[in-house]
């Protein structure tokens, strides 16, 4: 027996992390803050739970209150002992962050966000931001409002309209969450990325969750990402609450089995090697202190940590439990004051009362009196506000103390972005490739991945499910540090490991460290399977960047989502992995400039057109790369435009006048296969038969979007759209822009004209039986040129 099969039969070793209870490492006493503090402490929960009340019961009846009320004290002790943050500067990345993965509590950002300003207008007003760049209380007016749709009072006072899940239009939010389990590894991004550039003391990223957000398959890969690669600056902070939509016993608790998991959220976490300390009083705000003071000192073993607290979703609203998560009180019923009436013994003020309409201009006018009330109750207790402005500045203070400043060698981003580096027009010379090449599309971005990445010192972190050598991504890394990234054994590596083959996580994880602003991060793997997997957190980050744009004054950060193995020449891997429809699934599906798909044919048009996307600063790049050795051609010889014309997105490979006669009309091809096929075995036959066609190839579909009308216009004209057919290795939509007649649609050729999934083989026989091969290209370009 081999010495690897000899450690199969050991008992599980040691992990680098620990698991314990939070009174297990601190002194009874340190439990129990002062008597001055809790008081203050008291009366802050007090406000934010009628605060977020007020925000379900006005809305109109709508949001999350129940998990907003069960984490209140975590995020109050985070937002005000927790942390080391200048409020007055929300942009700041030198500074500690709290993500929301948890994106459904929302409101109770809102309201803890809202309710910080005030302690701030108060007790420290030296701390406030230009308002642009606060949170207001009267923002809260806007909650799940469309800004087409703001009542009056939310509109003349300027409200910020809030988004039902968390994005970085709100100040302090550096990332959009709340969908499928995205905000745990974009988090953890966020993380990866600080830790990269501030090595020796990076900000530290808290993220807040529940145990029904970590059921996601993602979030588990993502875990087992942060523990291999020791992300000692993370610190994920659980919720656990047993109750979901459906559901009062997500996990196993004891000896009881939960309706979903039978894992609890210490035995995930630890699973994944993170440093775990269990909180059974997790809304006592002594515990809480307690156990955010000692994930720093748990930390210093070089993982990161998991706070588990055992909470109740909706304790003290009159609504518990699963029953509080998307639902509360009935509009200004007497079970909704009763749930004031905390706030109004602790501040001694009294809620204004309604008895009219929801939504109406009169429920408007009550609900910003109530807010109000509870801006006056703060004012007139004064106390309360002065202990955490106080705060506040302490944690100002913390930050300043610590003089965050990047490493020396740290990546410069700016390199890739330098229009000296990044000519669309100008291929550097160790990218140049020479007629009768024979290269992969997949190698060519490769080279181009690792080409920046020396450029800018190290600014592409990438990686592949389990295929880095199979999709050339190996190459993105090429002069850095062998090996995968790891904290702090190989950080100068390039490359990520994580989960494996898991890009749910690896999508989302990236666009976390694309977010942070210092890195691109590239994802690479089978096109049939990343532009499904990774659409969901592909879409969060394009929301993100988009809604941040605003707030953060700043171009977008993009991620690269690299569809390898695109299309049918990955035909010996069967119809289950040679797809034609991955493109469909992207390309005129998110708003224009968001995300840009690349589809090149030949190798050498890789350099233009990332350098035109990346020049063009989308929050996403999608090349389509296949696995083949190609031939590079002679350009010159066959009469072809330069490989820089692919930077505009759409290429006229022949032109002819339709007012010269003969002439046959326009022929669209997209897809590396299918113009390969037309130019090495149709255009001969083409120019033998004195043919005389307009033929374009298909780059970009979102570069072409991108130019003016008028170059779009005269590069395109929509005649030729009219009398188009379209040939493509991809689906038919994807040609609709491009042959708008009913008879080119027609008779256009694409992958599934036949009704069927092609089959298995080489790629020169899967595209015969597709009907894409020369031979039937040329057979339907014969019967359209003769048409009437």
Known sequence: MCADMKKTDALPGKRRSVMARLEEQVDAKALDPAPADREAWDKLDAAY??????????????????????????VNGLLYAGMDYSLNDPGDERQDLLCYAAG?????????????NEMARIGAPSLLPDEARQHRLEDLLAFRRNPAALLPIAARLKARPLDGHPTPATPFVRIATGASGVGVPASLGLALAALDVYRSDPPRVHILEGEGGMTPGRVSEALAAAGTMRLANAVLHVDWNQASIDSNKVCREGDEPG?????????????????????????????????????????????????????????GYGIEGRASHGAGHAFCSPAFYEAMVPFEKAFGQTIPRFSGTAGSREAEENYYEVLMTVRKALENDGKTAQVFGQKLQDAAGRLAARKRTPRADAPRIEKVYDPKVLDPNTTPATLKLEPGKATTLRAALGDVLGYLNRESGGAVLSVAADLLGSTSMNLASKGFADGFFKCPDNMNSRTLAIGGICEDAQGALLCGVSTYG?????????????????????RLHAIGQQTGQDQHHRPYNPYIMVCAHAGLKTGEDGPTHADPQALQLLTGNFPQGTFI?????????????MAEALRRRPAVIAPFVTRPNEVVLDRVKLGLP????????????????????????????????????FLLDVLPRIEQQKLRFNVYYVASAELFELLPPDEQRELYPEGRALEAIGITGFTLPTLLPWVTSADGRRRSLHPFRKGCFPGSGQAAHVLKQAGLDGDAQWEAIEDYASRK
């Open 597 to 609: 798909t690349l589809t090149p044919w030949d190798p050498a048009e890789m350099w233009p057109l």
């Open 104 to 116: 459904h509590k929302a409101l109770g950002l809102y309201v803890s966000w809202a309710l910080r």
């Open 259 to 315: 309706d979903y998991v039978q894992w609890n959220p210490m035995e995930l976490c630890h699973l994944h090697d993170l440093n775990v300390l269990f909180v059974r009083e997790g809304m006592n705000i002594g515990h809480v202190l307690a156990a955010q003071g000692q994930a720093r000192e748990l930390a210093k073993n070089g993982q990161p940590v998991a706070i588990v607290y055992r909470t109740v979703k909706g304790q």
């Open 49 to 74: 739970r009628a605060t977020c009340a007020i925000l379900y019961n006005f809305v109109p009846q709508s949001g999350h209150p129940g998990g907003s009320i069960s984490s209140g004290r975590i």
């Open 642 to 677: 330069p490989t820089s014309a692919s930077a505009k997105g759409l290429v006229r490979l022949r032109a002819a006048d339709p007012e010269a006669k003969p002439y046959h009309g326009t022929i669209v091809l997209h897809g590396s296969d299918v113009a390969y096929a």
């Open 518 to 538: 210092h890195h691109i991060g590239a994802s690479s793997s089978y096109g049939a399977f990343i532009a499904a997997l990774q659409h969901v957190a592909a």
